[in-house]
T-cell receptor, first 115, second 112 residues
């Protein structure tokens, strides 16, 4: 199965710790998107990356959140000094080409719980 | 500002009948619309899409209708099956933008 891979599936952190979420896109996909889903809400766009470049980070909180998609390896969403409000499901999606021609394929998500 | 709205949090339908899920949007610059299905503890799975230049797209049991003047789209599933029980999200994107805007989702339950 060459789908979008995310790990870990579940992550528990205490307030003030760092959370690192990883996403490996589908084979042949060079576009990665991160979304966050709060309980009982829809998914909210956070950031769009291509290899080594952040293209659109309009949905990222200004502080504590960062994302990267290095030339080699998975995309990383990093949350520093986590707070309880960061508890959510974080989904990564990938596409081969620009969105209008290709759909986004989603990974299973990482469920972050901040104690 | 909720640009994509799914006003029904839940819907219950008898097996074999038609399920109709609705979605409204406010931004006339949206040019592509998609429906995703999501099971618990899994990521959304793409179902069907429609371009703003069309008013209908059909794929097997799934049909999406787009009414641009009303800024409304709907997903029809017929006949409904127990495996269709899931949360359904509509999503759209702005022309030239590389991000999807999602509705809040509708939980569909198919009763045997």
């Amino acid at each position: 199965n060459a789908g979008v891979m995310q790990n870990p599936r579940h992550l528990v952190r205490r307030r003030g710790q760092e959370a690192r979420l990883r996403c490996s896109p589908m084979k042949g996909h060079s576009h990665v998107y991160w979304y966050r889903q709060l309980p009982e809400e829809g998914l909210k766009f956070m950031v769009y990356l291509q290899k080594e470049n952040i293209i659109d980070e309009s949905g990222m909180p200004k502080e504590r959140f960062s994302a990267e998609f290095p030339k080699e390896g998975p995309s990383i969403l990093r949350i520093q000094q986590v707070v309880r409000g960061d508890s959510a499901a974080y989904f990564c999606a990938s596409s081969r080409d620009r969105l209008n021609q290709e759909t986004q394929y989603f990974g299973p998500g990482t469920r972050l719980l901040v104690l | 500002d909720q640009q994509v709205k799914q006003n029904s949090p839940s819907l219950s339908v008898q097996e074999g009948r038609i399920s109709i899920l609705n979605c409204d949007y406010t931004n006339s610059m949206f040019d592509y619309f998609l429906w995703y299905k999501k099971y618990p503890a899994e990521g959304p799975t793409f179902l069907i899409s429609i371009s703003s230049i069309k008013d209908k797209n059909e794929d097997g049991r799934f049909t999406v209708f787009l009414n641009k003047s009303a800024k409304h789209l709907s997903l029809h599933i017929v006949p409904s099956q127990p495996g269709d029980s899931a949360v359904y999200f509509c999503a759209s994107n702005l022309q030239g933008a590389q991000k999807l805007v999602f509705g809040q989702g509708t939980r569909l339950t198919i009763n045997p």
